[in-house]
């Protein structure tokens, strides 16, 4: 987890593996330091971002708010909604339109 503390890493990596009730996976090359699966922690840190997300948006509707992506990028209802709410006047919108398609 860049930018986070030893100890941040394993408050985080502790209470994801509460909260699931299994068993962390493990790999290492010594039985006195286990480390988690690198898998494992990118899943952990994705909840963790998830949960403060969420959290964030409950407690400050008016400042965030979280977005399905795929409606956000397919839906034009969605993406009008979200455009105003971050100050577009007139938000343009057309779903149509994809300028970075693959070919």
Known sequence: FPNMSNDECL???????????????????????????????IRAYCKLYRDVANQLAQHYPDNVRVYDMLAALNDAKVQFELLKWCGFVEPVVDTRLHLNKKK
């Open 11 to 41: 408050e985080v990596l502790s209470v994801s593996a509460a909260e699931t009730n299994k068993h962390t996976p493990t790999t290492c090359t010594n039985e006195q330091h286990h480390r988690p699966d690198k898998i494992w922690a």
